[in-house]
């Protein structure tokens, strides 16, 4: 079976909408919930019968906050995948919870159908910084909620941490690592506060802008955290991501490296076949399209060679490993290790990339300075 993608669930409800967050999310809209899980549902099908016959690399449940869905619709999901892809037992399983959801029954549950692999939402183990940011759990819950999901049988739990929020220090992300050291984590995401407009961090930024770090305090705390992750044994594989050897994330690396994915649900993008699909944002128009049996795709994108050679930068070179130059000649005819020689060296020479004749990547120094690395190589 050559059919091969991985596929992620998109889940928009959620408790309450965090300070910082601007993704298409519905807090306290319980009453939605039968009719969207339901639809989703319809929309496996849909892919199905789309796709034709076909293996699931990975699979991941994201949200908004999956935690929220009721099991008896997250198990019904969960079957109807079952019924019409094929997802063999060695393959990554994720679902993304928040802390304060994590119950023993809870994670029994999720654990029986067939998830493998949690991604805990914790962004800060201090419980004054986690309320500031919006979230609603506590240190305490926090480190019960690890406990629980490793008692009932997940070995593989990621935490999400955040850094460059307000009243953050390096003695306090030194505190969150030495939790995750003692919990044994053996993946870690770390993502740098992101003051989207319209949100309400943004708006406390704007009327309070000396409650925030700068841009150097901000970088000396991210670099901070990259060098705790290393002293805990989590190696950087990704600009963003930390891991024992064994534990890098199998379903992101399909979007690093611009695998064939599939996304379900509201707003949910793909990358299939060679083009960007993403379903609407409208959940009333969600639900139209899958009533009349369509896949609710409202735009789609042919990349072309050129396009894709800038997708496969942007993306691969997140990556430690780097990019193969037999692989962008593969996928886009082109070849920087000549096209783009002058500029390679140019970027050795200051520090932000390795190459070799078989493949480039970043520096520690280039990792900081993405923007330019590129600039150079798409000129």
Known sequence: MKNKFALYVHWPFCHARCAYCDFRAFPYQEKRIPAYADALQKEIRLRRNETGEAVLSSLYFGGGTPSYIPLEYLSAAMQTIAAHFVLPKDREKTIELNPEDVTGPFARAIYRMGFN??????????????????????????????????????????????????????????????????????????????????????????????DFPDEDEERALAHFAAQEAEKIGLQRYEISNYAKEGYASQHNTSYWKLKDYIGIGLSAASYYRGSHEKNTDSLREYLQWIDRHRIPVIEREKLSNEQLYTELLLTGLRLKEGIRFSELRRRTGFSPETEKKEALVRLREGGLITFDDRRMGLTARGTDLLDTVLLELLD
Do not use: W
């Open 117 to 210: 692999r949690v991604s805990l939402g914790v962004q800060t183990f201090h419980t004054g910084l986690a309320e500031c940011i919006g979230r609603r759990h506590t240190k305490e819950q926090a480190i019960q909620a690890v406990q629980t999901l490793q008692e009932e049988g997940f070995t593989n739990v990621s935490v999400d941490l955040m850094t460059g929020l307000p009243g953050q220090t390096k003695r306090t992300i030194a505190e969150d690592f030495a939790l995750l050291r003692e919990l044994n984590i053996p993946h870690l995401s770390v993502y740098a506060l992101t003051l989207a407009e319209h949100t309400r961090m943004h708006r406390q930024f704007m009327e309070k802008p000396a």
